[in-house]
T-cell receptor, first 110, second 114 residues
Framework: GDSVTQMEGPVTLSEEAFLTINCTYTATGYPSLFWYVQYPGEGLQLLLKATKADDKGSNKGFEATYRKETTSFHLEKGSVQVSDSAVYFCALRGAQKLVFGQGTRLTINP | DTEVTQTPKHLVMGMTNKKSLKCEQHMGHRAMYWYKQKAKKPPELMFVYSYEKLSINESVPSRFSPECPNSSLLNLHLHALQPEDSALYLC?????????????FGPGTRLLVL
């Protein structure tokens, strides 16, 4: 069945550091891929998405490229801020439902 | 506007109580979802409504009863819950197009069952 594997957390970085959170998937065909972010005490917010191979999703300085060769959708940001501290979920659109990774908790220290 | 609203924000209930969670969206979306999220875990799908009809029930216990009165509203009726049902309950909606639809989530209701 469909599955998503995310980089184990927690991840702790200093402000202005470069961020990569790895995400790989297993699925039939070429599903849409998503990154959601969950700030403390809140629901999930869509961060970015890509619907086909080689698409790059971007938002708020975050980027991720849909790589079908490596079945990956890694999240990157060039310079993180304290306000980026949150839990990040990679997800794919399976048959009628989203399949989530386990989530990666990110903490940015000033 | 990609807003999904949920009420209440917090709910404390006893095991014999009956309560309801409410969700509303005005984006014209025709699919609505209930998820349950335990601490430090991803959301788990509970129910899907498509065009106001229940299309997926992920083997959820009958003490959870969903209802979709119209295309903008989704309720989750709770009765005789157990302490292990304490969690964040998230509502989401989407256009319900095949394949590329994006789900938009509400802020959730944090439920504590005593």
């Amino acid at each position: 069945g469909d599955s998503v594997t995310q980089m184990e957390g927690p991840v702790t970085l200093s402000e202005e550091a470069f961020l990569t959170i790895n995400c790989t998937y297993t699925a039939t065909g070429y599903p849409s891929l998503f990154w959601y972010v969950q700030y403390p005490g809140e629901g999930l917010q869509l961060l970015l998405k890509a619907t086909k191979a080689d698409d790059k999703g971007s938002n708020k300085g975050f980027e991720a490229t849909y790589r079908k060769e490596t079945t990956s959708f890694h999240l990157e940001k060039g310079s993180v801020q304290v306000s980026d501290s949150a839990v990040y979920f990679c997800a794919l659109r399976g048959a009628q439902k989203l399949v989530f990774g386990q989530g990666t908790r990110l903490t940015i220290n000033p | 506007d990609t807003e999904v609203t949920q009420t209440p924000k917090h709910l404390v209930m006893g095991m014999t109580n009956k309560k309801s969670l409410k969700c509303e969206q005005h984006m014209g979306h025709r699919a609505m979802y209930w998820y349950k999220q335990k601490a430090k875990k991803p959301p788990e799908l509970m129910f899907v409504y498509s065009y106001e009809k229940l299309s997926i029930n992920e083997s959820v216990p009958s003490r959870f009863s969903p209802e979709c009165p119209n295309s903008s509203l989704l309720n989750l009726h709770l009765h005789a819950l157990q302490p292990e049902d304490s969690a964040l309950y998230l509502c989401a909606s989407s256009q319900d197009r095949q394949g590329i639809e994006t789900q938009y989530f509400g802020p959730g209701t944090r439920l504590l069952v005593l």
